[in-house]
């Protein structure tokens, strides 16, 4: 456990970094306009791959994982997965780009080309879901992290360097190096996975094919109203308001990252083993089980927070240049923060996705989305993307709060720092 906590937290610590890099670089070779555009060109890709990205993620790692300890998923459940992504990319993802193209080639507009590329992108990140989550489900912590958050930030950093370095990146250009990038990444991964893919072959069937069906349903509406809490602020900014106000806000959700980090990491490695977390039935083991993940997690994010909301203005300043510094300091600031106090409720979306709790996130997840739509509707026109990133803080709190309260009542379990603390192991 503790080896797969160290490999993961290796591998994210570099994407994390490599990310934030990138962020430097195409700010500064785009400039505000451009990159703003870039970031919501991205936000598009992202929100079309939920229902075959993340959903994936949860359920064939979760299927997987729990295969292992009864009558495992057979190949047929994987061919399943991968015909549902393939009716994606025919169904969603193709028709999109031939339209953004379309419209790109009538209006010479660069926001229309960057969209058509995007569109294509959400369906190879669809099998490097699949195929990374198989890694993961058989506990190749390691090897299920290493293409996407080594290989793939490796690769587009390298290429975008060299065209910035020559002055021939543009918005466009920037799309297609990440388009290109996933490509060859979805390649690597699906080489990585074929051994674990032949031990699924060999396995007999145990997966209800209409049950996984409804569990990717729930898990997928979570995945949708989750990615519209953070990713919100950018669609309204862009249809609303200016690329800059775009590109801060993207800017300020990169950074408030950083206190999650090392939840996150510790989530990913657990993941597996909270899948069969709840089936012992005695809630109280969960939290003595997660206790020094929980404590380490809340102290780094409170130093972490400390440093982005004390240094904000300085590291945007330093990093991206002081044409971002108007639209990026307060809702980095707004958005730490609201971290911060995520980590003190613990690993709760983990615990409550892994163990098949998908309506009781639906249901604090619906309110968080309610609230920051009423905040931001009424605050954007005055504060710009201070006001998305304040909407976005808000939705955060209140759904985690509410989802520790349902986890409690339904099932027992508390996994919030101050439980962590008081529990007795």
Known sequence: MLRSIAASGVLK??????????SIVLANALGPG?????????????????????????????????????????LAFL???????????????????????????QT???????????????????????????????????ASLAPEALFFPLLFMSLAVLFSSKSELSGLGSVVLQFVCYGVTAILVYLMSRACIQKLAAQPSGTNVPAWKRSWMHITLVMIVTFLEAQLGIFILGLFSSAESVAGFRIALAFSQVPIFFAYICNYALGPK????????????????????????????LVSSAVLVLYSEAIVGR????????????????????????????PIL???????????????????????????????????????AFAAAMGTVVGVLVLSWLMWKSTGVNVSVYSAIRVRS
Request: glycine share 8%.
């Open 79 to 105: 061919q399943e997965i991968k015909k549902l992504a393939s009716f994606y990319g025919l169904l969603v993802a193709i028709p999109l780009a031939l339209c953004c193209f379309f419209l790109h080639l």
């Open 13 to 22: 610590s570099f994407q994390l970094l490599s990310g934030i890099l990138i």
């Open 274 to 301: 909270a899948a069969r977390l709840l089936q012992g039935k005695v809630p109280g083991d969960v939290t003595v089980f997660l206790r020094p993940w929980i404590i380490l997690s809340a102290l780094f994010a």
């Open 319 to 346: 990093l991206y240049g002081p044409e971002f510094t108007a639209t990026a300091v307060t809702p980095l600031q707004i958005l730490v923060a609201a971290q911060f106090v995520k980590t003190l409720f613990g």
């Open 34 to 74: 451009a990159y703003g555009n870039f970031a919501l060109a991205s936000a598009v890709m992202l929100a079309l791959a939920i229902p075959v990205d993340q959903s994936f993620r949860q359920l064939v790692t979760r299927t997987i994982a729990q295969g292992q300890k009864r009558q495992g998923p057979s």
């Open 350 to 388: 983990l615990i409550s996705l892994m163990n098949g709790y998908e309506r009781l996130v639906l249901k604090s997840q619906i309110l968080s989305i309610g609230i920051n739509l009423v905040v931001i509707s009424f605050t954007l026109n005055e504060f710009g993307a201070g006001s998305a």
């Open 108 to 142: 010479g507009s660069p926001v229309y080309g960057m969209l058509s590329v995007a569109s294509l992108s959400s369906l190879l990140i669809a099998f490097i879901a699949i195929y990374s989550s198989v890694l993961r489900g058989e506990g190749r912590i390691a």
